[in-house]
C-alpha cells in the first residue's frame, strides 16, 4: 500500500476563490531543496500566508480560523504552472486530502492522484454554489464520496456526480500505486525494451 | 488509418492499454535534475528496488546552481545537500551525471538536445514542466511529478491516458525585431494558460519551418504555459543536420536506419486533430506580459486592457496588476525597469545571446539596471566566447555569468528584490517566482536587450 486510501470524506472547507492558482504559489520554489518528503505542509502558501517577515498575513484563508477542514476548493485553472509534487506534497501535507476546482492543470491534477490526494472537479455553476455557500455558513460540510463518484454540499443541499478513469478510482480506493502495478508486467516491459533500441 | 505526428510516436511506444484507464507509455529518454529527483531515488530504496535501465537516464545539476564562482564549493548547505544527493544516486544507480563544473553541465533542456539525447520520434520525459522543448525535433516530451520520475527508474514506463490532440497552424512570415517568443507570447495570449490543457499541441505552417532548432525549441519549451502537456514540430532537414554526429545519436548504419524512421515522422494528409487554430505570422508584434501569468501578454505597443473586457474573473485581473502596480489602460513602452535577464531554457542558448548582443552592440547598459546574462549551457557559454559576443557584452558593460536556471526561478542566489521590475527571457511571471514580491515582464531577448540600454520598457525596432 503506498498511501492512504480514499473513500468517503465528509468535512468543511476551505474557500480560495482565485483563478490560475499556479504551484509557484502553492510552494514557491526556494522551498524545493529537500531531499525527503517532510515539512512542506509549513510553507504552503508560504508568500500569500506569510509577510516577509514570517508574520502571518490576516487576510489569507488558512490564518482565517473561520475555515477549516480536510478539503481545499479552489478557483478555475487550479495548480498550472510548475511540475513540481511538492505542491501536492504541501497540500497533503497541511491535512488536506482533496481539492474542489472547475478545472484543474494536467500535470497537478496528476501529481495528487498519484499521492492520494483526489481532485474533483466540478461545474463552473457548483462551484460558484459552493464558494457562496461556505463563506455564508463556514460550517456547511462537503461529502466526496469516491465509489459513487459524487460530491454534495451541506446536507444534500445540492450534488453533482464527477469524473475520474476506473483505473485511478480502483487505486485511491485500494492505496495502491502505479509503481506496484507496472512492478507486475514488468516481463512485458522488458520484452518491450528489448525492442526498442536507445 | 490517417495518424498525426503525435499518434504515430505514442502508439509506438504503447506496452499496454488499460481499458478505461490509462496506457503504459514506454519512455526511451529520461532527464533528472537535483530539485525533483531526490525522493523519487529515496521511494526506490524503500521498495527495495533498482534502477531497470540506467543507460537511458542522464542527470545534470541545473535549478539550485550558483551562477558566479561555481568552482568554489557551494555555499547554501540546502542546495549543497541536494547536489551531493544527486551525484550520489547517480553514482548508485550508474546514470551519467554531468554535475557543477563538468564541460557538458547546463540547463537539462539545452543539453539534452545539444548532445544528441534529444531525437525525434523518442519519449522523453523529465520532472520539469518544460521537458516540452524537446518537443521541437519531433519527440514526444513532457514534464512528469516525482512520482513518475520514481516509475520511470524503477520501470521505465509511466501511466498516461492520451492526451487529445491540437494543431496550431501558422503560415507567413514574421516581422522584423519579432522572435519565436513573441510567436509562443502571441499564442499564449489568445489561448490563455488553459486553453490547450488536456491536448498535445503540433505546430504546423510555414512559421515554424522558418524557425531554426533554437527558436523551435523556444516555441515548444512555451507549450506548457498554455496548458499543453507537450507541443511538437515534425522533423525536417534542420532537424536532422542539427542532431547528426552529435554523442548520443545514431552513427553509421544506424543513423541510416534511424532516418529511414524519422522521415516517416510526420502528421499525414486528413488526419484528425481534436482542435485547430491558425493564425497568421505577419500579424504578430514584439511582445511583453504585463500581469501574473504568462497569458497576460499583448503587443509592446498596445495598453494595458481593463477588466471589463478581459473573460473570467475580474477579481484576479484586479489582484494580478494590483501586485503588478500597473493600471488599466497604461502603456508598457516606456515604464520604468529596474533588472534584465537573460537566460533560461527558454531563451538561453546561443541564438538568443546573439539577439541580444545584435541591440546592446555599441551601447553602454542604462546605470539603473542591472542585468544578467546566463548561458544555458558551457556549450553556449564557450560559443559565446568564442564568437566574440563577450566582447561585445564586455563593451556594452555587461557581465556574464556560469550556466544554471539562475533567476527563471531563483532558487539560487539569483533573486530578484520585492517590488522590482525585471524584464526577462524566461517563461513565468507568477508572483515571486523570480523572489519573494519580484514584478516579472516576459519578453524575447530584442525586448529584454533594448530595455537593458535604454532603462525602460523599449520597442526593439526603434533600435534595429
Not at chain 1, 64 to 76: A, W
Not at chain 2, 140 to 152: K, L, Q
Not at chain 2, 207 to 231: H, K, P, Q, W, Y
Not at chain 2, 325 to 348: A, L, Q
Request: negative net charge; proline residues 5%; aromatic residues 10%.
Amino acid at each position: 500500500m503506498a498511501y492512504d486510501s480514499f473513500n468517503i470524506l465528509t468535512s468543511t472547507a476551505v474557500p480560495l476563490p482565485i483563478e490560475n492558482v499556479d504551484t509557484d504559489q502553492i510552494i514557491p520554489a526556494r522551498f524545493l531543496k529537500a531531499t525527503e518528503r517532510k515539512g512542506f505542509g509549513d510553507n504552503l502558501f508560504r508568500d500569500w500566508r506569510y509577510n516577509q517577515d514570517d508574520s502571518p498575513k490576516t487576510d489569507f484563508v488558512l490564518n482565517n480560523s473561520t475555515y477549516s477542514g480536510k478539503i481545499l476548493v479552489g478557483g478555475r485553472n487550479f495548480g498550472s504552472g510548475s511540475s513540481r509534487e511538492h505542491a501536492a506534497w504541501a497540500i497533503y501535507d497541511y491535512g488536506f486530502r482533496c481539492v474542489v476546482s472547475s478545472f484543474f492543470a494536467d500535470i497537478f491534477r496528476n501529481n495528487c492522484l498519484n499521492i492520494g490526494v483526489l481532485p474533483v472537479q466540478v461545474s463552473p455553476e457548483f462551484l460558484n454554489q459552493i464558494f457562496e455557500v461556505i463563506e455564508q455558513d463556514p460550517d456547511t460540510t462537503l461529502t466526496v464520496d469516491l465509489l459513487n463518484q459524487k460530491i454534495t454540499l451541506g446536507a444534500a443541499e445540492a450534488s453533482e456526480n464527477f469524473e475520474i478513469n476506473s483505473y485511478k478510482k480502483e487505486n485511491l480506493l485500494n492505496g495502491y500505486d502505479d509503481i506496484d502495478y507496472l512492478n507486475n508486467i514488468k516481463t512485458q516491459i522488458k520484452d518491450f525494451a528489448s525492442n526498442t533500441p536507445l | 488509418m490517417k495518424k498525426t505526428l503525435f499518434d504515430k510516436v505514442w502508439d509506438s511506444h504503447v506496452v499496454k492499454s488499460i481499458d478505461q484507464g490509462p496506457d503504459v507509455l514506454f519512455i526511451d529518454r529520461h532527464m533528472v535534475h537535483e530539485v525533483t529527483s531526490p525522493v523519487a531515488f529515496l521511494g526506490l530504496k524503500n521498495r527495495k528496488l533498482p534502477v531497470l535501465y540506467p543507460e537511458r537516464t542522464f542527470a545534470t545539476a541545473d535549478h539550485n546552481t550558483p551562477t558566479i564562482n561555481q568552482h568554489l564549493p557551494v555555499a547554501d548547505p540546502l542546495s549543497r545537500n541536494q547536489l551531493k544527493a544527486l551525484e550520489e544516486n547517480a553514482n548508485e544507480h550508474g546514470i551519467s551525471y554531468w554535475g557543477l563544473g563538468h564541460q557538458k553541465n547546463g540547463i537539462v533542456h539545452v543539453v539534452g538536445p545539444e548532445y544528441g539525447i534529444t531525437q525525434p520520434g523518442a519519449t522523453i520525459v523529465c520532472g520539469d514542466s518544460h521537458t516540452s522543448t524537446h518537443g521541437a525535433f519531433g519527440a514526444i516530451a513532457f514534464g512528469i511529478g516525482t512520482s513518475e520520475v520514481e516509475m520511470v527508474l524503477a520501470t521505465q514506463c509511466i501511466m498516461q491516458p492520451k492526451p487529445k490532440k491540437m494543431r496550431i497552424t501558422m503560415n507567413g512570415s514574421l516581422n522584423k525585431g519579432v522572435t519565436p517568443k513573441d510567436v509562443a507570447l502571441f499564442i499564449i495570449s489568445k489561448l490563455t494558460t488553459s486553453g490547450a490543457t488536456g491536448y498535445f499541441v503540433e505546430y504546423a505552417g510555414e512559421v515554424f519551418e522558418d524557425l531554426s532548432m533554437e527558436g523551435r525549441m523556444t516555441v515548444c519549451n512555451l507549450s506548457i504555459e498554455m496548458g499543453a502537456r507537450g507541443g511538437m514540430i515534425a522533423p525536417d532537414k534542420k532537424t536532422f543536420d542539427y542532431i547528426k554526429d552529435r554523442e548520443f545519436t545514431p552513427k553509421g548504419s544506424d543513423w541510416t536506419k534511424a532516418m529511414k524512421y524519422w522521415k516517416t515522422l510526420h502528421t499525414d494528409e486528413g488526419a484528425a486533430f481534436d482542435k485547430e487554430f491558425t493564425y497568421d505570422g505577419a500579424e504578430i508584434d514584439p511582445m511583453i506580459t504585463f500581469g501574473t501569468n504568462p497569458g497576460m501578454g499583448m503587443s509592446i505597443t498596445k495598453a494595458i486592457p481593463s477588466a471589463s473586457d478581459i473573460e473570467g474573473g475580474k477579481t484576479t485581473y484586479e489582484k494580478s496588476l494590483e501586485y503588478m502596480g500597473y493600471k488599466e489602460g497604461e502603456h508598457m513602452v516606456g515604464k520604468p525597469i529596474d533588472y534584465v535577464f537573460i537566460g533560461s531554457c527558454t531563451n538561453g542558448r546561443i541564438e538568443d545571446f546573439r539577439a541580444f548582443a545584435s541591440i546592446v552592440k555599441g551601447h553602454k547598459r542604462a546605470k539603473n539596471v542591472t542585468a544578467w546574462l546566463v548561458p544555458g549551457s558551457h556549450k553556449v557559454l564557450n560559443a559565446i566566447k568564442d564568437e566574440g559576443l563577450l566582447d561585445v557584452f564586455e563593451a556594452a558593460e555587461f557581465k556574464l555569468r556560469e550556466p544554471g536556471c539562475s533567476a527563471c526561478l531563483a532558487m539560487n542566489d539569483d533573486k530578484i528584490p520585492a517590488g522590482k521590475y525585471a524584464v526577462s527571457t524566461s517563461n513565468r511571471n507568477f508572483e515571486g517566482r523570480q523572489g519573494p514580491g519580484s514584478r516579472t515582464l516576459l519578453a524575447s531577448p530584442l525586448v529584454a536587450a533594448a530595455a537593458a540600454i535604454t532603462g525602460k520598457i523599449t520597442d526593439p525596432r526603434t533600435l534595429i
